[in-house]
């Protein structure tokens, strides 16, 4: 299972205020052939280099914005330079931008964690075991990139590979197979102290026998709340996959949040965001019928939010699961929103902790422009508690 290190970063968000998440919701171009999936590279990076202009212009509220998720390989290799170039001209401090790349060999990614080797020395020691066992310098590699613009304006980079492969990047011959990487990031930002995680895809469902990714995570979460009082506060997930409800990201989900067996404090407050490509996605050149998008967040079910739907998204329990879930279309779109605080049961707390802030959708010039609500003015409230629950406080907590 892979390695979780541990690095502190210089975040000053602010202190009792919600943070803010941007998810570019944008269409994949990928080929397939060769053990690789390599993207058509213009078009890629316009899109990207769009969403990247419209954050730096900050617009309304988005010189808020905390956390920017991208695809997962979605950024051609070649524009990696252009990319970090314009986070670090023109991105506000205290932003993180998690992204995905396209594939390259195992030699070109160690080469990028030696470029990097200040924020990823423990990573290079890992992947030096694995070239140092064997002839695996040609294997691709599905990687991302975690780019923090600390409050001084300093540039973070932490590169992390991909665990565990999709059907298209597993073959029988072993030069072709992916790449298994061996550590994942947990970045505790001071002096905020906001802790999180970015993983990719089948990352997050990944196990065998013996133990899972994500228990590997539960259980350095948890240990971090006993020894500090700290917990795991964000977890995102970076995907480009065509079944993002399918039953095994509910299982997961249910373990998880479930705590059915045991109390998991250090990831009950957690948030998981969940970052797909559109709707739009195409390998081959073909679109695939249904699938892609349905970006997410799931939140532990002590929030008890309302079941609503709109044109753009919902709010379910993802089949009855102990969570609550805000689930968004499949258009290409930019879905910007709230990160919950942690869950208070004292009654001045938010009743709505989880707010969608403002979707956007490509605009005639190529930009983006935000969509105008057309449902009922209302909005959120929260669920109804049962009778039993009613019950049971009535008389405790002001009504």
């Not at 695809?71 to 524009?79: A, D, G, H, K």
């Not at 160690?110 to 075991?129: G, K, P």
């Not at 998880?256 to 797909?276: I, K, Q, S």
């Not at 490509?362 to 983006?368: E, L, N, V």
């Amino acid at each position: 299972m892979p390695e979780i290190i541990e690095k502190k970063v210089n975040l000053q968000f602010p202190l009792g205020h919600h943070l803010h998440c941007l998810i570019a919701q944008l269409p994949n171009h990928l080929h397939t052939g060769g053990g690789r999936l390599p993207v058509e590279q213009e078009q890629q990076w316009r899109d990207v280099r769009s969403v990247l202009e419209l954050v730096a212009q900050g617009e309304g509220n988005l010189k808020k914005l905390h956390f920017l998720l991208f695809p997962e390989s979605c950024l051609p290799v070649n524009r990696f330079d252009d990319f970090l170039q314009q986070v670090q001209q023109t991105f506000r401090p205290n932003t993180v931008t998690m992204i995905g790349l396209e594939h390259v060999a195992l030699e070109e990614y160690r080469t990028l964690l030696e470029r990097f080797r200040d924020d990823n020395a423990e990573a290079i020691e890992l992947v030096e075991r694995d070239i140092d066992a064997g002839d695996v310098l040609a294997m691709p590699v599905n990687w991302c990139a975690i780019v923090i613009k600390e409050a001084d304006g300093r540039l973070r980079v932490f590169l992390e590979a991909k665990s565990h492969p999709f059907h298209g990047e597993e073959f029988i011959d072993k030069h072709r197979d992916l790449y298994r990487g061996r550590h994942f990031y947990l970045l505790r930002s001071r002096p905020s102290c906001f802790n999180f995680m970015a993983i990719i895809c089948l990352d997050y469902l990944y196990r065998n026998l013996y133990q899972s990714n994500i228990k590997q995570i539960i259980d350095h979460a948890n240990q971090l709340y006993f020894n500090t009082r700290q917990g795991l506060d964000a977890l995102f997930v970076i995907q480009c996959t065509p079944k993002p409800d399918h039953s095994a990201y509910r299982d997961v989900v249910c373990g998880f949040y479930g705590e059915y067996l045991e109390d998991l404090p250090g990831v009950r407050e957690t948030v998981t965001v969940f970052g797909n490509t559109s709707g739009e996605t195409m390998i081959d050149g073909t679109t695939v019928p249904q699938g892609f998008g349905h970006a997410a967040v799931v939140i532990n079910r002590r929030h008890r939010l309302a079941q609503v739907q709109f044109s753009e998204f919902r709010t379910d329990t993802f089949d009855h699961a102990p969570v609550c879930r805000l689930r968004f279309g499949s258009a290409t779109r930019l879905l910007y929103f709230n990160l919950p605080l942690h869950h208070e049961l004292d009654p001045r707390s938010s009743r709505v902790p989880l707010k969608v802030h403002s979707i956007m959708a490509r605009s005639a010039d190529g930009g983006w422009e935000k969509i105008p609500a057309a449902e009922p003015t209302e909005g959120y409230w929260l669920a109804e508690e049962p009778q039993a629950f009613r019950e049971g406080v009535e008389g405790h907590v002001p009504r």
